[in-house]
């Protein structure tokens, strides 16, 4: 079992992070097709071309995967899983022995062709090859133990499984590029945001300085300021109402450079590879909570927008640094949007579950379009002028490495509800 795991992450859990549009996509396609075009061969020419206990397979496991979203969370780790093994069933197993059934058919021919396509557009070249040759055995020696040996007429076949063999070839090839240009973005995006990092630290850093000795010195050169024009009349009269204030000039800079490094620190995070395994470690959820709060550098109006309400502290198993980064990522958009809704709160609390635990995450402000909610969470997909594409892709996956899931209900103009589940610590 454990090699057959192995074999598992190592080759197919890339894919895990496919954007969960494509897969409800996919579902559906084959929700229609499967018993559609077993029907109209019935209807129409009354001709068997399929066969209705495989269909009725590949119907229930894409029905499965085309509502993904509203599966139970305790059982959303199986998603990547699930997924493959619908894949393998649905276009080189299926196709394959239906092609040995129907070998008079030509149309079965341009079935497993299209069926290619498809695998190419929704597999790394990795995934892409393996599914392919174990779907394609699989279909054959099913075949095999159940229609006993298949007479291929190579004859009639041969120019055809050589059109076959030369589009695996082709597919396999396009779905290696696919892949190179994935990661020559996100390399290229590491890069550029690693130049910019560099160039914004020195002057920020210079300012946190710059601050540091500011509030050593000005709050006394205030001070004699105050004292000498009360005594020195002939002295140029500065009002206190613009003194006072100065005194928290430097504790406003400290801030802000601390806000920018925090800013700049969580861009590279998001940009990093996903590591396979993190180190997990045991803590407390509402220690988590206000360790991010408390380093995220809010102002005093932003700290005013959070409430945390019923908070019920529970044990979770994770990262707490890139736990906290995940808190960064929904606090800097939920900021963002109720800045730009000109309205709204934010509110933090926890629920206590059998399985999981949960901290929901919800503000009150501008909301998600529908059309863009089943995309949040797909790396690089943004269609705001703040924001990038890899925050909330990073959010899911640490969840999902710490054995749990953040998952995102919103109503347009209304609210933004993050859910964070974690598995209870035994």
């Known amino acids: 079992m454990k090699p057959l795991l192995a074999l598992y992450k190592a080759f197919f859990l890339p894919d895990s992070q496919i954007s969960l549009n494509v897969i409800k996509i996919f579902g559906l396609f084959g929700v229609v097709n499967f018993p559609l075009f077993y029907l109209l061969p019935q209807y129409l020419s009354k001709g068997n071309y399929g066969s209705f206990l495989l269909r009725g397979i ?10 993904i979203e509203i599966w139970p969370s305790r059982l959303k780790k199986f998603i990547p899983l699930f997924w493959h093994l619908t894949v393998l069933y649905c ?19 341009t079935n497993i062709t299209i069926g290619l396509v498809w695998l190419v557009l929704i597999t790394n070249w990795v995934t892409f090859l393996f599914s392919l040759l174990i779907g394609v055995s699989l279909g054959a020696f099913i075949h095999y133990l159940i229609e006993g040996p298949t007479h291929l007429d190579m004859e009639y076949l041969g120019g055809a499984f050589a059109n076959y063999l030369w589009a695996v070839i082709i597919a396999a090839i396009f779905a290696r590029r ?5 990661k020559e973005k996100q390399q290229s995006l590491r890069m550029q945001a690693a130049a910019i990092a560099h160039e914004m630290r020195t002057p920020l850093a210079a300012v946190a300085n710059m601050a540091t000795g500011l509030k050593n010195y000005l709050p006394t050169l205030i001070e004699t300021q105050q004292t000498m024009q009360e005594k020195e009349e002939s ?39 996903a590591p396979s395994k993190i180190v997990l470690e045991r803590c407390n959820i509402l220690d988590c909570v206000e360790a991010a709060l408390k380093a ?24 707490a640094h890139l736990l906290k980064h995940v808190f960064f990522n929904l606090l800097k958009n939920s900021l963002h949007y109720l800045k730009a809704a000109g309205k709204g709160k934010i509110l933090i609390w926890t629920e206590k579950g059998e399985k999981f635990n949960k901290l929901h995450f919800k503000d009150t402000g501008k909301g998600i379009p529908p059309n863009i909610l089943p995309h949040i969470f797909d790396q690089f997909y943004s269609r705001t002028d703040h924001g990038t594409g890899v925050g909330l892709a990073f959010c899911k996956m640490v969840m999902q ?26």
């Open 58 to 67: 590949a119907f229930i496991l894409c029905l499965c995967i085309s509502l």
């Open 91 to 109: 276009l080189p197993f299926f196709g394959t022995y239906m092609f040995l059934e129907n070998m008079d058919s030509i149309s079965w021919l």
């Open 178 to 182: 696919k892949e190179i240009i994935q």
């Open 235 to 273: 002295l140029p009269y500065v009002n206190d109402k613009v003194l006072e204030p100065l005194k928290l000039v430097p504790i406003e800079l400290e801030r802000v450079a601390r806000s920018a490094f925090t800013v700049i620190d969580t861009l590279l995070l998001n940009l990093q590879d």
């Open 296 to 319: 995220y550098s809010l102002t005093d109006a932003e700290e005013e927008l959070i409430s945390l309400e019923n908070v019920n502290n529970f044990e979770v198993e994770t990262n």
């Open 401 to 426: 490495r710490s054995g749990g899931d953040i998952t995102c209900e919103s109503i347009e103009g209304e609210f933004t509800h993050f859910i964070l589940s974690f598995p209870l610590v035994k």
